[in-house]
């Protein structure tokens, strides 16, 4: 797992920031949404490998509303 949580929304822009990236071994990523996607309420994002995601995920019935 990588703890993204502040800078990892950054990287892409750094110069000579490490390379994070599903080449190396990790198998997930989680950036924090409302640190700097501008979110206005608590928020995480988590990216992981295939493989991993039937041990995490969770079916949610929504409501038919508009």
């Given at each position: 797992h990588c703890d993204g949580a502040l800078f990892a929304m950054m990287m892409?822009?750094?110069d000579h920031a490490p390379l994070v990236n599903f080449e190396k071994p990790i198998d997930s990523i989680a950036v924090s949404g409302h640190k700097m996607l501008g979110c206005p309420m608590?928020?995480?994002v988590t990216i992981s490998r295939?493989?991993?995601v039937k041990n995490v995920e969770e079916r949610i019935d929504y409501l038919n509303s508009v």
């Open positions: 892409p822009f750094v608590p928020c995480g295939k493989e991993h």
